[in-house]
């Protein structure tokens, strides 16, 4: 009963405390005023299906973005309903949206005003918006191109078109991803049960369940439509979500993955051997031969089939994959990870707060004056885009394998996009010249051979020219916790874990010298949760793999029963995370580092 008190007492605070978070997003919206000033002919409203918009409302929406120099401006209805208004506040906070580049945006309203010349870049065929899905899939794919020049604002006399009830779920969905309907079940949960449990404490979470809403919107310029009503029915509403919720893939998904299954099942078709060299009997940075197993992993995140040993050498200590991946294998296992069917997926993840990206770019500040920036490894473009605010003026290009680094280009995330592999593209890197910096974050443990990575980032350099790295930390304690589910192994795309010293060791081979070190710095609170979560996925994979078979009903039931069990345990792993992050920013439990380092000769 005291386990049940207790909870009951801590959901309640949860919810007033996450009431006011709201209250002051909702209370930092902007909102338009009436004005005289006619749009420019550059600018286009996309309209969701059935809303209309007078002259009133495109005039004060004009008027605003020219005086905040807007590129695309999302306009909410004075009225919007509660429950959407509830979740435009959940999923975006207006003072960090702004600032924020790679901010999220998934916010659905009435309409959204873009200039034609970033409609242009964006290039991409788009119906009108026939849900509140819909336009906030779009609001979030233009802000990738409109950066800090986007923001949203209620329009306090624009009148909500109709809305059928199906779309919140959905909507949800798209905001929360895969969490959305086991956070939504757990509290209706616990909000009824804890009535009947703990008829005190119970109605007492209860009551601030259902209050929450008036708290988070009343009284602000969001004069959500129905919201006393939805603060008094509100279980009945989130009931009647979540039986709308699930997974709600844009179109041709699932054609897509039928598409591919066929391509996996011809890949596969000659077993794993195909996707591994021969082990070898040596260390590749001091060539020792006493080697051991230190840890033998699978793959948890896609569950491709295989599996990965990383070996230690015990003269130097390093770690590296043995056997390592084949070409045929990199090709197979990068497959749909971070482009194709996994896109979407790592976006969100990369887009998921800028302040390691941010962390990165301060670490030249007082040690050079960069005019050329080379990202290497670049992905998305994601920390280009980001360090742009601190180093204004300065030339960014990416470098990677993947159709992103394009992406990131039409984005004008980098100026200039290099596809390849770095070491192949060292001679031509070399005519362009005037590459004054080259970062490399959570790049060289991807790479084949770190060695002739730095050595090609040696012979770009001029001297004095400064490399940073970020790696993640094989020394930390984590990895001897958590074993295989240590996030950071990250088999099978991880195939070298160079500790400081060793990277050191290949700096000074190709005349770099070390200048400044983050070994605590760069730790990133997230080794309880990811953990947790490959465990998670290990007791049930994902059932929407074209590699795997297709799952049955019972799979989907055993997957869906799994994480709702064990969301608390995810909620505390993420609560150790936080709390306990100032303890572990330090060498030998920060999980990754990063350094400065200068071109001498």
């Known amino acids: 009963?005291?386990?049940?008190?207790?909870?009951?007492?801590?959901?309640?605070?949860?919810?007033?405390?996450?009431?006011?978070?709201?209250?002051?997003?909702?209370?930092?919206?902007?909102?338009?005023?009436?004005?005289?000033?006619?749009?420019?002919?550059?600018?286009?409203?996309?309209?969701?299906?059935?809303?209309?918009?007078?002259?009133?409302?495109?005039?004060?929406?004009?008027?605003?973005?020219?005086?905040?120099?807007?590129?695309?401006l999302v306009l909410l209805p004075g009225n919007m309903p509660a429950a959407e208004a509830m979740l435009a506040c959940q999923a975006i906070n207006p003072e960090q949206f702004r600032k924020e580049r790679i901010a999220n945006a998934k916010c659905s309203g009435e309409a959204i005003l873009v200039r034609s010349a970033l409609l242009e870049r964006f290039g991409q065929e788009y119906a009108p918006p026939a849900s509140a899905r819909d336009l906030a899939r779009l609001a979030d794919q233009l802000k990738k191109y409109a950066g800090t020049s986007m923001d949203l604002a209620v329009v306090p006399w624009l009148q909500a078109s109709p809305r059928d009830w199906r779309e919140q779920g959905p909507l949800v969905e798209l905001v929360f991803g895969g969490l959305a309907r086991p956070i939504m079940l757990l509290q209706v949960l616990l909000v009824v049960l804890g009535v009947f449990l703990i008829p005190g404490a119970g109605i007492a979470a209860c009551l601030a369940y259902h209050l929450q809403p008036l708290l988070a919107l009343?009284?602000?310029?969001?004069?959500?439509?129905?919201?006393?009503?939805?603060?008094?029915?509100?279980?009945?509403?989130?009931?009647?979500?979540?039986?709308?919720?699930g997974p709600h893939h844009p179109a041709g998904r699932q054609e897509e993955i039928e598409k591919s299954r066929?391509?996996?099942?011809?890949?596969?078709?000659?077993?794993?051997?195909?996707?591994?060299?021969?082990?070898?009997?040596?260390?590749?940075?001091?060539?020792?031969?006493?080697?051991?197993?230190?840890?033998?992993?699978?793959?948890?995140?896609?569950?491709k089939p295989g599996v990965f040993t990383l070996s230690r050498c015990l003269e130097c200590q390093h770690l590296f994959q043995n056997p390592r991946l084949s070409i045929a294998g990199l090709n197979f296992y990068y497959k749909d990870f971070?482009?194709?069917?996994?896109?979407?997926?790592?976006?969100?993840?990369?887009?998921?707060?800028?302040?390691?990206?941010?962390?990165?770019?301060?670490?030249?500040?007082g040690q050079a004056e960069p005019r050329r920036w080379l990202d290497v490894g670049a992905g998305h473009g994601h920390f280009c885009c980001v360090a742009r605010d601190q180093w204004p003026g300065v030339s960014f290009d990416g470098l990677d394998l993947n159709q992103g680094v394009l992406d990131a280009a039409q984005r004008g995330w980098i100026d200039r996009a290099w596809r390849g592999l770095f070491p192949d593209l060292v001679d031509t890197l070399a005519k362009e010249g005037a590459y004054d910096v080259i970062s490399m974050s959570h790049y060289l443990e991807h790479t084949r051979d770190p060695d002739s990575e730095i050595a090609a980032a040696a012979k770009i350099l001029p001297q004095g020219g400064h490399l940073m790295i970020e790696l993640p930390d094989p020394e930390s304690r984590f990895g001897q916790w958590f074993g295989s589910f240590w996030m950071p192994w990250f088999q099978p795309q991880h195939q070298h874990m160079l500790s400081a010293r060793n990277l050191e060791r290949l700096l000074h081979k190709h005349s770099f010298e070390t200048l400044t070190w983050h070994r605590g710095e760069a730790h990133q609170p997230v080794d309880f949760v990811f953990s947790m979560g490959l465990m998670l996925n290990a007791l049930a994979p994902p059932t929407d793999m074209p590699w795997r078979k297709p799952a049955t009903i019972f799979q989907r039931l055993w997957n869906k029963t799994v994480f709702l069990v064990c969301l608390p345990i995810i909620i505390v792993a993420r609560i150790l995370d936080k709390s306990m992050a100032p303890l572990f920013r330090r060498p030998g439990w920060s999980n990754s580092y990063r350094v400065l380092a200068r071109r001498m000769a």
Not at 266 to 292: N, S, V, Y
Not at 339 to 356: I, M, T
């Open 1 to 72: 009963m005291s386990f049940w008190l207790f909870l009951a007492g801590f959901m309640a605070v949860i919810w007033v405390l996450d009431g006011l978070r709201l209250r002051r997003r909702a209370r930092s919206l902007a909102v338009l005023a009436p004005t005289d000033e006619e749009p420019s002919a550059d600018m286009h409203f996309i309209t969701r299906q059935g809303s209309i918009l007078d002259d009133a409302t495109r005039r004060a929406a004009a008027s605003f973005a020219n005086a905040h120099a807007l590129n695309v």
């Open 262 to 303: 066929v391509q996996y099942r011809e890949l596969m078709a000659g077993g794993t051997a195909p996707f591994f060299e021969g082990a070898r009997p040596d260390c590749p940075i001091c060539g020792g031969t006493r080697l051991k197993t230190a840890v033998s992993s699978r793959d948890w995140i896609q569950f």
């Open 218 to 245: 009343g009284g602000t310029s969001v004069r959500a439509k129905g919201l006393l009503r939805f603060a008094i029915f509100r279980v009945f509403y989130d009931v009647r979500t979540l039986l709308t919720t």
């Open 338 to 365: 971070y482009d194709g069917l996994g896109q979407e997926r790592s976006d969100v993840v990369f887009s998921h707060g800028s302040a390691p990206y941010v962390a990165r770019a301060k670490m030249l500040k």
